[in-house]
């Protein structure tokens, strides 16, 4: 069995206290963290399946490290590659755009040939719009630290657990 890659900011806050609940119910041998922030294609392209953590910024924005690397992305071929994504956002204060870096990494991947998996109910959010939403369902999990941070460990492990069965 292959290790998951495991990519976010290590410098994050809510990201980072995510990864760290996922990468604890992983055993060590399967998963394998990285920092978005310092990783190169060859890196990156080292694995077949993947974890990005990729919180939304302003007003439904990637994080500029995620910007950033997007350029690298589009040149890598991520057909037969498995993703599956997760992100902060406060669905109180940006109702409009909740998690909509979660969808907009999706469609990149996607459009690149990648498969997403962990897909999501949006029972339980309260919110407008999401670029993440697709029927009734995210692209990925969401996690509100502000609003609902009682939910997001449960909400983690679930998720995790339903996704041991979507990577193998």
Known sequence: MQKIGLFYSFNTKNTSKAAKIILESFDKNEIQAHNIEETNE???SAYDNYILGVPT?????LPNYWDEFLPALEELDLKGKTFALYGAGNQKEYPENFVDA??????????????????VPNDGYKFEHSKA?????FVGLPLDFEIQPKLVQPRIENWVKRLKTEFW
């Open 102 to 119: 979660i969808g907009i990494l999706a469609d990149t991947i996607e459009q690149l040939g990648g498969k997403i998996i962990g897909f």
């Open 57 to 61: 910024w302003f007003d439904g924005e």
């Open 133 to 137: 939403l697709r029927g009734n369902q």
């Open 42 to 44: 060859e890196e990156f």
